[in-house]
């Protein structure tokens, strides 16, 4: 069983930053893949990034250059959003897949005003 649970969305202008912050928590020893996902109103939940325990990073095209994703002690993930765009407004999910199945987070809401 593996817990996930995301913080630091909220409200920032257009070109602002923001950092979300993942902590996984659960029985086991290791995880491989972490990864960001977001979801916009009435669109589908879509791949932000993705992040091994090796370092092996995975970016969406809309997000490279402008977003860092980063792991510390293989149980924390972060995501250094900058240059934000009101396209960025979603609610982000922290997910990872361990042992056959697929755990997502609660989600962290991102505002993005223009």
């Known amino acids: 069983q593996v817990q996930l649970v995301e913080s630091g969305g909220g409200l920032v202008q257009a070109g602002g930053s923001l950092r979300l912050s993942c902590v996984a928590s659960?029985?086991?020893?290791?995880?491989?893949?972490m990864g960001w996902y977001r979801q916009a109103p009435g669109k589908q939940r879509e791949l932000v990034a993705t992040?091994?325990?090796?370092?092996?990073i995975n970016y969406a095209d809309s997000v490279k250059g402008r977003f860092t994703i980063s792991r510390e002690n293989a149980k924390n993930m972060y995501l250094q959003m900058n240059s934000l765009k009101p396209e960025d407004t979603a609610v982000y999910y922290c997910?990872?897949?361990?042992?056959?199945?697929?755990?997502w987070g609660q989600g962290t809401l991102v505002t993005v005003s223009s």
């Open positions: 659960g029985s086991f020893s290791s995880i491989n893949v």
């Open positions: 997910n990872t897949f361990l042992h056959w199945v697929n755990y």
């Open positions: 992040i091994t325990n090796g370092g092996r």
